[in-house]
């Protein structure tokens, strides 16, 4: 079984020599600790939301929500990331609600009968997070005008800075990205709202990893995390540091969705 290794959350072409360069940064941590047959490079073309968590698996990252769904049971968290971005605070992030820069729109209130683009319905930013936040507002009706899934929250920033849909919510560090490498997309937009945090995007490995294994996997992220060595690595990806595992309770957006569904707004509409 060939071990795969992959980054797919903040993925933009603009991004792979960045990504590519962490990656290094654990392979030769992972080499120091004495680990054979680490994926020379990354597997650029892995979706967000894969279909699952294959068991060779070595490392990639997992949204927190689905990763208690659709993912429960394939994956073990070896690390999270503390990014320095706004809107995060310590191994934590929030989405954000993003409209066009010249929209009359000031609060989530306003986004009522609006047009808006969601990523999936298995994402914790693009979905369940602002499902939280509207169902304050709902009073269990619909909210929007209409909606629609477009698997792609880099494209939905797009959709919004062209005026092809009035509002869309994004993880926070994704707009941080695209305000880094996107500035002449990112400058027609702007951040109406952050929504409720939750920890932070984690690093993962299967849970088939053996657990010496993993427990090198999570020494080498926690090395790669505050190394001075690595301080370009990290710099490329807007990483402070990585925190350990046992920091981070990944129950908590489905707290976010029991609460929503308790408010009469279990689905996004």
């Given at each position: 079984m060939t071990p795969r290794a992959s980054l797919p959350m903040y993925n933009l072409p603009e991004m792979q020599a960045d990504n590519f360069a962490f990656w290094q940064a654990i392979r030769t941590e992972l080499h120091s600790l004495g680990v054979p047959d680490i994926p020379e490079t990354l597997e650029f073309d892995r979706k967000p939301v894969p279909a699952e968590i294959e068991p060779a698996t070595l490392f990639t990252q997992v949204c927190g929500w689905p990763l208690q769904t659709i993912?429960?049971?394939?994956?073990?968290?070896?690390?999270?990331?503390?990014?320095?971005?706004?809107?995060?605070?310590?191994?934590?992030?929030?989405?954000?609600?993003?409209?066009?820069?010249?929209?009359?729109?000031r609060e989530i209130a306003d986004l009522a009968g609006c047009h808006f683009v969601f990523n999936s319905v298995h994402s914790n930013s693009g979905m369940n997070l602002p499902r939280r936040m509207i169902a304050d507002l709902a009073g269990g009706e619909r909210f929007f005008a209409s909606i629609a899934e477009t698997h792609s929250q880099p494209g939905n920033l797009e959709r919004v800075a062209r005026?092809?849909?009035?509002?869309?919510?994004?993880?926070?560090?994704?707009?941080?990205?695209?305000?880094?490498?996107?500035?002449?997309?990112?400058?027609?937009?702007?951040?109406?709202?952050?929504?409720?945090?939750?920890?932070?995007?984690?690093?993962?490995?299967?849970?088939?990893?053996?657990?010496?294994?993993?427990?090198k996997l999570i020494a080498a992220l926690a090395n790669v995390g505050r190394s001075p060595e690595w301080a370009a690595a990290r710099g490329g990806l807007m990483l402070a540091s990585i925190a350990a595992p046992y920091t981070a309770d990944y129950s908590i957006p489905g707290r976010y969705a029991d609460e929503a569904a308790r408010r009469g707004y279990p689905v996004l509409h």
């Open positions: 993912y429960a049971g394939q994956a073990s968290v070896i690390g999270v990331p503390v990014y320095d971005a706004p809107f995060c605070a310590g191994p934590t992030h929030a989405g954000v609600f993003i409209v066009h820069r010249d929209s009359s729109m005026g092809e849909a009035e509002a869309t919510c994004v993880d926070c560090v994704t707009f941080a990205f695209f305000a880094r490498h996107r500035p002449h997309l990112a400058e027609r937009l702007r951040v109406l709202a952050p929504t409720v945090s939750t920890p932070a995007i984690p690093f993962v490995t299967a849970s088939a990893t053996p657990p010496e294994l993993r427990a």
